[in-house]
């Protein structure tokens, strides 16, 4: 009863994947040369946590100094140079407020308003989403995935030949197989039985051969005969059509399954045509790959994006590094007020600074070149 119950489709899954192994060629693939993703580094800038509070310091100092500030009578002394301290809080906190403001709004503009409004108009990526779409699209189409790159991998990858090896081969084993065979013998009469148990199955078969029966002894002398018998006969003549029918199932399969010179015919004729075939499919591939327009599909693809889903995309990948400009702007925005409340001293001192971080830089870098030689 369980036999009974199997789906053929359930018997093809389980000798195909039996017999039809695909995993290697897909193994293959796996073992092409590709760039690593980069590795996502969440704390790459370690001191953006000092810049990020530059900003409320600002803040905090700019309501500080509405109330309170260095005097005309305050200096400070540096080798003996007096520096007069007046409005020295105040100076340097609205130009570190300026500095960060002015590169938050810039970066906000990037991005915002998603949609374009009357006065405040678009963001910049928004409104510029098709352009850079296009940018996109050629680009990926000239540099990264191009129809000869597909050409190029189908010819070099070999997988039309590994894959008519695998089906071959996985034909003729599963041809060979005597438990497949069994079980799709099995299979196959019980659907011609389940079918004739149907009475207007039955029926139809009986009116189809017996129009052919009539068809085949139309003329002549066995002609007269059969028309003869069936009229006489005719119980009889209907009886033994209906034996016919309970003994088409085991006739057709044992026909079938008895003739194991056309299954060995078949597998060499397939062997044979495989080299055709490939040949077919490798021209029709390049057909259609060349008649493909990936550049408008790639086009297509990224002027579909919403405002919203390509900010995110945006942000999501250069998060850190926008954070970094912004706070920097705060750092940048002090160092400007610190050129117009003593723009003499200031310069010295951002100067000297500038060239001890090149110095620093310099030297590091050299330090870092030995180490890579020295592990390569």
């Not at 105040?90 to 002015?102: E, H, M, P, R, W």
């Not at 139309?218 to 059969?226: D, E, H, Q, R, S």
């Amino acid at each position: 009863m369980e036999e009974q119950n199997v789906r053929f489709r359930d018997i093809l899954k389980i000798y195909l994947s039996k017999h039809f192994d695909f995993k290697e060629i897909w193994e293959s693939f796996a073992h092409v040369e590709t760039l690593a993703a980069p590795p996502i580094q969440k704390k790459k800038f370690r001191f953006l946590w000092v810049l990020e509070i530059i900003p409320v310091i600002c803040l905090i100092g700019f309501f500080i100094g509405i109330f309170w500030d260095f005097s005309n009578n305050d200096f400070l002394y540096i080798l003996k140079y007096p520096i007069p301290l007046h409005n020295l809080v105040k100076t340097l906190c609205v130009s570190g407020l300026i500095g960060y403001g002015t590169n938050w709004l810039a970066i906000k503009m990037l991005f915002k308003p998603q949609k374009k409004r009357p006065i405040w108009g678009q963001g910049l990526i928004p409104a510029q989403k098709d352009r850079i779409a296009d940018k996109l699209a050629y680009a990926i189409h000239h540099h990264v995935l191009n129809e000869e790159h597909i050409k190029t991998m189908i010819h070099e990858s070999q997988i039309l030949s590994k894959l008519s090896a695998v089906i071959v081969n996985g034909i003729e084993n599963l041809l060979q197989d005597e438990e497949f065979l069994k079980a799709t013998k099995i299979k196959f009469e019980q659907s011609l039985t389940k079918y004739f148990e149907k009475e207007e199955n039955r029926k139809k078969f009986i009116e189809q051969l017996d129009k052919k029966l009539k068809e085949l002894f139309k003329k002549g002398f066995t002609g007269l005969v059969f028309k003869t018998y069936t009229r006489l006969q005719s119980h009889q003549y209907q009886a033994v059509l209906q034996n016919t029918i309970h003994e088409i199932p085991d006739t057709v399969v044992n026909l079938i399954m008895s003739r194991p010179e056309e299954l060995e015919e078949l597998i060499q004729t397939l062997k044979t045509e495989i080299p055709k075939a490939e040949e077919w499919v490798y021209l029709t591939l390049i057909e259609i790959v060349e008649n493909l327009n990936l550049q408008d599909l790639f086009k297509k693809q990224l002027r579909q994006f919403e405002e919203g889903k390509l900010e995110e995309m945006i942000w999501g990948a250069t998060n850190e590094q926008l954070r970094y400009i912004r706070d920097l702007g705060g750092i940048l925005g002090l160092i400007g007020g610190f050129l117009i409340w003593q723009p003499l001293f200031a310069t010295i001192s951002l100067t000297s600074l500038i060239l001890l971080l090149a110095l620093l830089d310099y030297v590091l870098g050299l330090q870092s070149y030995d180490n890579t030689h020295q592990n390569i």
